[in-house]
């Protein structure tokens, strides 16, 4: 199964910009549907960004749209969440998530905290 790590998170003050890394054990550029969760306290995961295999076509949470960027390097098995203009609603444990289009096993990094103070 898809192993995923996490990286980057940790606290940044209100208009700062961070970049969370997921690094995969395998590549994932054309058969896996990429995307960041988030999830605050006492609430539901959601999703924040996702990107698609090939084509790279991507969608975001319309609360981060023009702020973060979700990307992929295909020769670095990793995928990328650039956060600007950081808000302190942007405060949660941040997932990386990686679902095979083909077997639909889907995979889970261990989250990594985002603190945006005011």
């Known amino acids: 199964q898809l192993q995923l790590t996490e990286s980057g998170g940790g606290p940044v003050q209100a208009g700062g910009s961070l970049r969370l890394t997921c690094t995969a054990s395998?590549?994932?550029?054309?058969?896996?549907?990429m995307a960041w969760y988030r999830q605050a306290p006492g609430t539901q995961r959601e999703l924040v960004a996702a990107?698609?295999?090939?084509?790279?076509?991507?969608n975001y949470l319309d609360a981060v749209k023009g702020r973060f960027t979700i990307s992929r390097d295909n020769s670095k098995s990793t995928v990328y969440l650039q956060m600007m203009s950081l808000k302190p609603e942007d405060t949660a444990v941040y997932y990386c998530?990686?679902?095979?289009?083909?077997?639909?096993?889907?995979?889970w990094g261990q989250g990594i905290q985002v603190t945006v103070s005011s």
């Open positions: 998530h990686g679902r095979n289009l083909w077997s639909r096993v889907a995979s």
């Open positions: 395998a590549r994932v550029d054309s058969d896996y549907l």
């Open positions: 990107i698609s295999p090939q084509t790279d076509n991507t």
